[in-house]
């Protein structure tokens, strides 16, 4: 193999590779927002041309409908036949971010990416909205494959590879499931799938990801009178939504701090002995992590009898992620308000379906329906949970190549995110998914002043292109 050559492309190349990314992270790809739609398209342009520069025969394709048009998905296929024997990989990312808002706390503009010394002048990071999640991963990846096309004269280095890259991740992926469903017999030939959108245990501390958590997003608004109205003159006498809203989501939790939802933990798998002592020796500090997000020790609160790690990684969640209604502006204005809505959210774990959390979360609102008002339930989409075989012959290849790469043993993790896709290709094509991540706790991922190691992003190019030697070594997938 040539893989020698390929790192030493990457150390050569790292300035260009960087000013690369930095270029993609200027493009403002909001999928949430109607008002970067075109900017939307253009990350994914941009995506896509360098995976024709490193070889890959590339389309990019509409997704949604003529009447509500999503955006595009970057597909790509390595050409040709090799005589590679090993399975047959698809590399899965985003190239959409969340919006940068408040602006305000950012320490530069999202959009103007700047590298700056990394914490105690360890290094550097570049800070930008998308820096790790998931535009610097992802080109990781894609600056890898550039550097095997360089030196072998080869897409991926004769690796049987599929990427895809979308560009609604951060929206929910609504289009996603339908896009694999129309390109199953296309996807289906794939055997496995690597994604690069989670973290690592620390500097200089690899992992691999075995198991993300799922996620259901609603928005209930409940609605009273039709119109604002007076406090004085109508307070006490009708139904506030904001009084009333509150009052019925301050009932999801119990005085341990579990969902009170019926039925909410009937699917959730135990946690297994040797999982959780494995998790154990890991040694991670609770109370150090919350003391980067300005927490003491106190902070770490959550569903009575389990740790911190254990909550994170294989209990499931609900949280309200926003909640307004009424006068939100500067001074008084004495109103009770037509409406209040909430976004509420869920975390699931295996092996929970999201319908079936939305349904039963939707149902226990109607039952609490307060008198005079009715409800506004809508379910904004989420994704599947996902576990992965820790024997996995390509998660086992990941490990080597990041040991490779790194010089220390990775280790076996879960993440509490939720990457909706890993759990939809397991249940429509029987794909397992590989996280191979390269982020840290403390990256601001969806927070103003998100930044990216230049440490991790070397480590993630050089990851990437071991893992092509590895993969070549596994025979007769």
């Not at 820096?131 to 897409?155: H, I, N, P, Y």
């Not at 560009?167 to 996807?187: I, M, Q, R, T, W």
Request: aromatic content about 8%; hydrophobic content about 40%.
């Amino acid at each position: 193999m040539q893989t020698q050559k390929v790192v030493e492309n990457l150390k050569s190349n790292e300035q260009a590779a960087i000013q690369r990314l930095m270029d993609w992270l200027r493009i403002p790809s909001v999928s949430t927002d109607p008002a970067y739609r075109e900017d939307v398209a253009r990350a994914g342009e941009w995506c896509a041309e360098r995976l024709r520069e490193a070889g890959f025969e590339t389309r990019v394709m509409p997704t949604g409908s003529a009447m509500s048009a999503g955006h595009p998905v970057v597909l790509a296929h390595t050409p040709g036949d090799t005589d590679y024997k090993g399975p047959h990989v698809l590399f899965y990312g985003h190239y959409d971010v969340q919006p940068a808002e408040p602006l305000e706390l950012w320490d530069s503009p999202p959009y103007e990416p700047v590298i700056r010394p990394a914490k105690g002048n360890v290094g550097e990071r570049i800070v930008a909205r998308g820096a790790c999640d998931d535009k610097g991963q992802v080109a990781t990846f894609l600056e890898a494959m550039r550097a095997w096309k360089e030196v072998s004269g080869k897409a991926a280095g004769g690796v049987k590879m599929t990427v895809l890259i979308e560009g609604e991740e951060e929206s929910g992926s609504a289009n996603l499931e339908k896009f694999v469903e129309e390109n199953k017999d296309e996807l289906g030939r794939c055997d496995v799938c690597v994604i690069s959108d989670t973290g690592m245990l620390g500097r200089g501390k690899p992992a691999i990801t075995y198991g993300v958590r799922g996620l259901v997003y609603t928005e209930v608004t409940l609605h009273g009178p039709d119109q604002d109205l007076h406090s004085g003159l109508w307070g006490g006498r009708v139904p506030n939504p904001v009084n009333e809203l509150s009052k019925v989501l301050a009932q999801l939790w119990d005085t341990d701090r579990r969902v009170t939802i019926p039925g909410f933990y009937d699917d959730v798998r135990p946690i297994g002995d040797d999982e959780r002592a494995q998790w154990k020796k890991l040694g991670v500090d609770a109370a150090a992590a919350l003391a980067t997000i300005g927490l003491g020790p106190d902070a770490n609160v959550g569903e009575a009898g389990f740790t911190s790690v254990e909550r994170e990684w294989a209990r499931p969640t609900c949280d309200i992620n926003g909640i307004y209604g009424g006068y939100m502006g500067k001074g008084a204005k004495t109103v009770i308000a037509s409406k209040a809505t909430a976004k509420v959210s869920f975390r699931l774990v295996a092996d929970q379906e999201p319908k079936k959390v939305a349904d039963a979360f939707f149902a226990w609102l109607n039952e609490r329906t307060p008198a005079g008002c009715k409800w506004e339930l809508t379910d904004m989409g989420g994704g599947y949970p996902a576990t992965t075989p820790t024997d996995s012959p390509t998660l086992r290849a990941a490990v080597a190549a990041l040991k490779d790469s790194s010089g220390n043993e990775a280790a076996l993790i879960k993440s509490g995110g939720s990457i909706p896709i890993a759990g939809m290709l397991k249940a429509k094509l029987g794909l397992d998914t590989i996280f191979m991540g390269f982020g840290l706790e403390d990256d601001r991922v969806h927070s103003p002043n998100e930044k990216f190691e230049l440490d991790c992003f070397r480590l993630g190019l050089e990851a990437h292109a071991r893992l092509i030697e590895k993969l070549w070594a596994i025979k007769g997938a």
